[in-house]
């Protein structure tokens, strides 16, 4: 049996970084990520504009730890107020990557008066544990026993990996806090090194890889590297699972930081070249919707309605219709207008009580990368 990795003690802050293996890469990485952070500076709302964004790196960081959820089933279910007819299973996941979207909302007004520190992250970690598998699992707060990561039910023996001892956790987190606000050569390097220390410290029962990859925007963000924490990182961790976790193991066991670092800025050009690829398209899809609208509706409260489908692609006809910007009856009119015109399509038909649900098929489509506009 091969003896799990174990927390590399006494190694953090590294001391081993190969800068000039980084140097090819640092250049790209930032240029990237700039060029995205302009194409957010585009975007009059991001915060309803890309909200699709937002609620697919729920989907795939939560789909990292095994969640089975799409972002078609979590809109519907989220329209539907929560359906009965699914099973429990998948109710469970679709919760998990809900709590993801509250706890990254949740983060982000924190950082509005406290800066990124270990309070946010028990903060966000109370959130995205509440009311879900593992809620129980000392939500906001350390370990305070031994956990390890491998098979469900393993030993602690038969594990990948084993993380910091629950007695020098408390220490090391203040280590890490301190390290979020050093001075090092390149940001994103810092960024790397942090995320990778987050995750081997494990500081928390359960949790802790969304957790870890949630503070990956929230650091861009406070170090002024994008205007708004919205950096969706999970689609290549995703695709690269294998890579990810090897990588972050090598920290550990071979002190392979630099090669993590590699690893990390890859993602980041990646995912930003990406990123900025899908926001500039829901841009172009909003500017082309809004003469649609208009033109269609003759109604003032077009651009009103159009923010609330680009905020909710699926969604029933109650919500809409009690929108408090447009009146009931208009919003009634723009309903029929849309769904005759085929860019809403029927989801589920009125039935007694339960209203139609709607979705706005061209926006889930382009958030999840399978048209380019």
């Known amino acids: 049996m091969i003896p799990p990795v174990q927390y590399h003690y006494g190694k953090f802050p590294p001391k081993n970084i190969d800068w000039l293996r980084l140097i090819p890469l640092i250049g790209p990485a930032n240029a990237a990520l700039a060029r995205y952070d302009g194409t957010l500076a585009a975007i009059p709302n991001p915060s309803i504009l890309l909200a699709p964004l ?10 990292i730890e095994g969640t089975q959820a799409t972002m078609g089933e979590v809109l519907e279910f989220e329209a539907e107020g929560g359906s009965n007819d699914l099973p429990q299973q998948k109710k469970a996941d679709i919760n998990e990557v809900l709590n993801y979207r509250k706890a990254m909302r949740h983060a982000e007004g924190l ?10 992250i028990k903060e966000a970690h109370r959130v995205l544990l509440a009311d879900v598998r593992g809620h129980s699992a000392a939500r906001g707060e350390y370990r305070k026993v031994p956990n390890w990561i491998g098979p469900p039910g393993c030993s602690i023996e038969e594990a990948r990996f084993v993380p910091i001892s629950a007695e020098h956790l408390q220490e090391a987190m203040g280590k890490w806090e301190n390290f979020i606000h050093a001075q090092m050569p390149d940001r994103l390097a810092q960024l790397a090194v942090l995320h990778a220390e987050l995750e081997a410290l494990h500081p928390f029962l359960d949790g802790n890889g969304r957790l870890g990859r949630m503070f990956i925007p929230l650091f861009l963000h406070t ?18 699972r294998a890579e990810y976790y090897a990588r972050l193991a090598a920290v550990s066991s071979d002190e392979d930081w630099t090669g993590w670092c590699e690893f990390f800025l890859k993602a980041v050009i990646d995912q930003a070249e990406e990123n900025q690829r899908k926001a500039a398209s829901i841009l172009k899809l909003y500017e082309d919707k809004k003469r649609q609208l208009v033109d269609l509706t003759h109604s003032q409260y077009a651009i009103h309605a159009l923010d609330f489908f680009f905020s909710r692609p699926v969604f029933n006809a109650t919500e809409f219709t009690s929108a408090k910007d447009i009146p009931a009856a208009t919003a009634k009119r723009i309903l029929v207008l849309l769904r005759d015109s085929g860019m809403l399509k029927t989801i589920r038909e009125a039935k007694g009580r339960r209203p139609a649900v709607y979705a706005f098929l061209e926006l889930i489509d382009v958030a999840e990368g399978r048209v380019s506009r």
């Open 54 to 63: 937002t609620t697919q790196e729920a989907v795939l960081s939560s789909k």
């Open 111 to 120: 950082l509005n008066t406290l800066p990124l520190c270990q309070r946010v």
């Open 223 to 240: 170090a002024g590297l994008i205007r708004a924490p919205m950096f969706y990182i999970s689609a290549y961790f995703e695709r690269e």
